[in-house]
T-cell receptor
Framework: EPEVTQTPSHQVTQMGQEVILRCVPI?????FYWYRQILGQKVEFLVS????????KSEIFDDQFSVERPDGSNFTLKIRSTKLEDSAMYFC???????????FGSGTRLTVV | GESVGLHLPTLSVQEGDNSIINCAYS??????FIWYKQESGKGPQFIID?????DKRQGQRVTVLLNKTVKHLSLQIAATQPGDSAVYFC??????????FGAGTTVTVRA
């Protein structure tokens, strides 16, 4: 069964450092997403991406965040200058048409120290 | 926007019994609903989904019921097993392209 893969599974970084979280969506999917989940809280939407541009972003997704699809397979989330409160699980998801069939990756646990 | 809430944060169930997890949503324009299971340290795992043109859908040991009149969604797990212990989330899509998640119900199966 097709999967969304995320790397790394765990990233520890110092406050103020830049991190890049990587995702490989399912190959025939056209819509890509990043969500995050702070420990013990609900999964929150960050950003959606379609046709090589951001289609929607939440209030969380401020100027410190950016997304990119550098080639035909990868989808990345960059946090420019990490803060302690960025510590969370970050999930990538993809959907073939943006309407149905969302598949999530296993997540990257980001720990900012 | 969409607000999604779960009725109970925890549910303890005897092995072999049926489990029911409930979810309420706010936006009457919501058209797609998904139940996910999340085990510790893992991503949301798809269980079952339902579109707004249906009120019931069944899978293997799971049934999702949708009541659009009261904006309520439920997940029923038949003959609950120890492997069903996890956090269960409902997710709702409105007239945009993102999902709104509920807070999660932690299901614990007693042997």
């Amino acid at each position: 069964e097709p999967e969304v893969t995320q790397t790394p599974s765990h990233q520890v970084t110092q406050m103020g450092q830049e991190v890049i979280l990587r995702c490989v969506p399912i190959s025939n999917h056209l819509y890509f997403y990043w969500y995050r989940q702070i420990l013990g809280q609900k999964v929150e939407f960050l950003v959606s991406f379609y046709n090589n541009e951001i289609s929607e972003k939440s209030e969380i997704f401020d100027d410190q965040f950016s997304v990119e699809r550098p080639d035909g397979s990868n989808f990345t989330l960059k946090i420019r200058s990490t803060k302690l409160e960025d510590s969370a699980m970050y999930f990538c998801a993809s959907s073939v048409d943006g309407r149905y069939g969302y598949t999530f990756g296993s997540g990257t646990r980001l720990t900012v120290v | 926007g969409e607000s999604v809430g779960l009725h109970l944060p925890t549910l303890s169930v005897q092995e072999g019994d049926n489990s029911i997890i409930n979810c309420a949503y706010s936006n009457s324009a919501s058209d797609y609903f998904i139940w996910y299971k999340q085990e510790s340290g893992k991503g949301p795992q798809f269980i079952i989904d339902i579109r707004s043109n249906m009120d019931k859908r069944q899978g293997q040991r799971v049934t999702v019921l949708l009541n659009k009149t009261v904006k309520h969604l439920s997940l029923q797990i038949a003959a609950t097993q120890p492997g069903d212990s996890a956090v269960y989330f409902c997710a709702v899509k409105s007239n945009d392209y993102k999902l709104s998640f509920g807070a999660g119900t932690t299901v614990t199966v007693r042997a």
